[in-house]
């Protein structure tokens, strides 16, 4: 704390890229690399997670066109849930430290921004063609599958690339309650007092994070039909892990 | 007590609520509790006092305008463990770090939401001030702000309650308000601790939101009919 910050803080950032640099620090089970595989890796885990509840939850909601209120309902109060309270509880009870509950509460938090976009998504498809291909003789499914799901694609995309990005945000955290990732780098180089690696770290998640939206947004690009490009721009997305 | 009087002794009690608990640490909640509600207070006021000239700026140039979204759309991505980690090696560990972090995020809320409500003002009620004769600034004050009322509401509470739970992030450089708590209560194992500060946690975001949709709804009474 204090003791001169401003005098200090060249040779920070001087051996944050130190740090970065040093190929030690990349290779090894507990090399750069290999955490930011293991972040990856919970982070998938945490979406397939939340995807397995939310996608059919909010297909069917969707098509039924109810359950919005109870779908805003539950965005909000995960709004005001914080992501830390839910982590600890999970940790202090049988399912242990580590990655097991960062995974689940990140996957919890996860699932209002999927569910109400592939509800958004699928309430929104035009009644008209919904008519329109069932009086061509398709039967529920065959339209759900081949006219409703295709025309709410981009909705559940973006909710999808939403919540990657903020369950990357999130995972993080597992460093308070021992678990892995990067935020380890983070931690332990705080309560090591060396700010280098802290800035190095910091670096690294908020890179990471940024990548994984960018590659999202790309492909979330891919997925949409040309005509249904908009240049909209889309509500702020919370990924900062609250 | 001796060793095997200890190894049979019953499992220590770890309940999920506990009065006793809130009671003997009166003094520590609500120090966490104060903590927690001057830092939101403060971070959501220095971010709106920020957020309100810096739309009124943008606003009418859409270049501009749609930069300013962009950025903040992009710096809204990066993690707020991560915000922490960049900026404690310059601004140290402590309060200043998690201010600055909070005031960060709510900003890029509200200036969104104040944008978007000056955007999405009647064209034609513009039209007709102008028309009156009303020049660039007693246009924003009294005709656009309060148009954009609606959305600026929407920003704050919107702004409010996610810095109310992000507040506990701050715990990672060790200023957390409530998340002081919970940290504590996780290391120590006492689970009601941990319960007690995500309750209050609960009952900030709720309360501060309700109050704030309140003074909206007073603050906007020729909108009332149209939301019911």
Do not use: K
Not at chain 1, 22 to 38: H, K, M, S, V, Y
Not at chain 2, 115 to 141: F, N
């Amino acid at each position: 704390m204090g003791g001169g910050p401003a005098i200090m803080s060249t040779s920070i950032v001087g051996d944050a890229f130190v740090w970065l640099n040093d190929p030690l620090n990349w290779r090894g089970p507990q090399g750069i690399t290999a955490l930011t595989l293991e972040h990856l890796g919970m982070s998938v885990l945490a979406v397939l997670l939340a995807a397995a509840v939310a996608l059919p939850v909010g297909v069917w909601l969707g098509q039924r066109r109810g359950g919005g209120a109870a779908t805003v309902a539950l965005a909000n109060t995960s709004r005001a849930l914080p992501t830390f309270a839910l982590l600890l509880l999970f940790a202090s009870t049988s399912i242990g430290f580590g990655n097991r509950p960062t995974v689940l509460a990140a996957a919890i938090f996860a699932v209002p921004p999927m569910l109400s976009s592939t509800y958004a998504g699928l309430r929104d498809v035009d009644r008209g063609v919904r008519d329109a291909a069932r009086g061509m003789g398709m039967s529920r499914p065959r339209s759900l599958a081949l006219v409703e799901l295709p025309l709410a694609l981009p909705l559940i995309a973006a909710g999808v690339r939403t919540a990657t990005v903020q369950v990357i945000a999130t995972v993080p955290l597992a460093a308070l309650v021992g678990g892995g990732g990067l935020g380890p780098i983070i931690i332990t180089g705080l309560a090591t007092r060396r700010f280098g690696e802290v800035l190095a770290g910091g670096i690294l998640v908020a890179g990471l994070c940024l990548l994984a939206e960018g590659v999202l947004a790309l492909a979330q690009r891919r997925l949409t039909p040309r005509a249904m490009r908009t240049r909209r721009p889309g509500p702020l997305r919370a990924s900062t892990g609250s | 007590m001796d060793a095997r009087s200890w190894a049979e002794a019953p499992p220590v009690a770890n309940p999920w609520f506990s009065w006793s608990y809130v009671e003997a640490n009166r003094a520590d909640i609500a120090e966490a509790l104060g903590q927690h509600l001057t830092l939101t207070v403060q971070a959501v006021l220095v971010a709106f006092a920020v957020a309100l000239p810096l739309a009124a700026l943008v606003h009418g140039r859409p270049r501009l305008a749609a930069a300013v979204l962009g950025v903040s759309g992009v710096l809204y991505t990066v993690p707020s463990v991560a915000l922490f980690a960049i900026l404690a090696p310059f601004t140290g560990i402590g309060r200043t770090t998690v201010l600055i972090g909070l005031v960060g995020y709510a900003l890029l809320v509200l200036v969104r939401h104040v944008l978007v409500g000056l955007e999405g003002v009647d064209p034609g009620v513009v039209d007709a001030a102008r028309g009156l004769g009303y020049g660039r600034m007693r246009m924003l004050v009294t005709v656009e702000l309060p148009n954009a009322l609606p959305s600026v509401v929407v920003g704050l509470r919107l702004a409010t309650v996610t810095t109310v739970a992000l507040v506990t992030i701050g715990v990672v450089v060790g200023y957390g308000g409530l998340g002081q708590l919970m940290y504590r209560g996780f290391n120590s194992a006492y689970r009601a601790e941990i319960v007690t500060a995500t309750v209050l946690c609960l009952v900030i975001a709720f309360a501060a939101d309700l109050l704030l949709a309140l003074a909206g709804r007073l603050a906007t009474p020729w909108a009332a009919g149209r939301r019911s």
